[in-house]
């Protein structure tokens, strides 16, 4: 399974676009060579640096007939969960220390489809994936917070 990104090189730094203090926007992300037997896919967001890894974002039931991610933009079949923030969606990073900070995406190639609803917080979400995972792969990111 592999992940490349139009909107980011991995290891690089991401862009101001992707955070808070910028449009917070979700990154674009092409998703191939999973296994054939993949019937969706999933991607869970962490910030690495933090206490707990919280969750910057939450998707999953991609279909695999379309395995994009548009900028600013989500599958329309996909569904997104409650974000460590609170909110249904994406939330980029904004690190309130002047910590380089590095953040995690996560994709899962799953044997089934999700039914569960955007209520489902990272833990809960986790557990549904460990029932179906087949594959995973990530992409690393970091992020300053422009201090």
Not at 82 to 106: L, Q
Request: aromatic content about 12%.
């Amino acid at each position: 399974m592999k992940v490349t990104s139009h909107s980011f090189a991995p290891g690089s730094f991401l862009r101001e676009r992707y955070t808070c203090r910028g449009e917070n926007r979700n990154p674009a992300f092409d998703i191939y060579d999973f296994p054939p037997e993949t019937l969706t896919l999933a991607l869970i967001m962490v910030d690495l640096d933090s206490p707990y890894e919280p969750a910057h974002w939450l998707l999953w039931n991609m279909d695999t007939g379309t395995p994009k991610i548009f900028e600013d933009n989500i599958p329309s079949e996909a569904s997104q969960g409650t974000n460590s923030f609170g909110d249904v969606g994406y939330t980029g990073p904004c690190p309130t220390d002047t910590v380089i900070h590095r953040y995690e995406f996560r994709f899962f190639a799953l044997k089934d489809e999700l039914n569960i609803g955007e209520n489902y917080e990272k833990h809960q979400l986790e557990t549904e994936i460990e029932n179906s995972k087949i594959d995973m792969t990530s992409v690393i990111v970091k992020y300053d917070g422009g201090h």
